[in-house]
């Protein structure tokens, strides 16, 4: 009877010591699959940044072109009205 319980006792000894080495190698697993998704995360992170700088710049760029093609339009509309105004002087004038 003593040899069964002490029988009895080492199987569940070993059991306990499979329970706990499967229960540490999940949770390294855990801690492996955690690590990656922070660092998945953290990656998608900086890119998501880099796009909004990015967005934020070719945003600059394109006000700065559309103020540059506003003061040339408005350059030229002078230019013309001067023409305009010196053509009439000159017709006036004949």
Do not use: C, P, T, W
């Amino acid at each position: 009877m003593l040899e069964n319980q002490a029988l009895q006792a080492k199987a569940d000894d070993r059991r306990d010591r499979d329970m706990i080495k499967q229960l540490r190698r999940d949770l390294d697993e855990a801690k492996r699959r955690a690590h990656d998704y922070g660092q998945e995360s953290n990656e998608m992170r900086r890119e998501r940044d880099s796009v909004k700088m990015e967005k934020n710049e070719q945003f600059m760029q394109y006000s700065k072109d559309l103020e540059e093609l506003k003061n040339k339009n408005r350059e030229l509309q002078s230019e013309n009205d001067r023409i305009d105004f010196k053509l009439k002087s000159l017709v006036d004038e004949s």
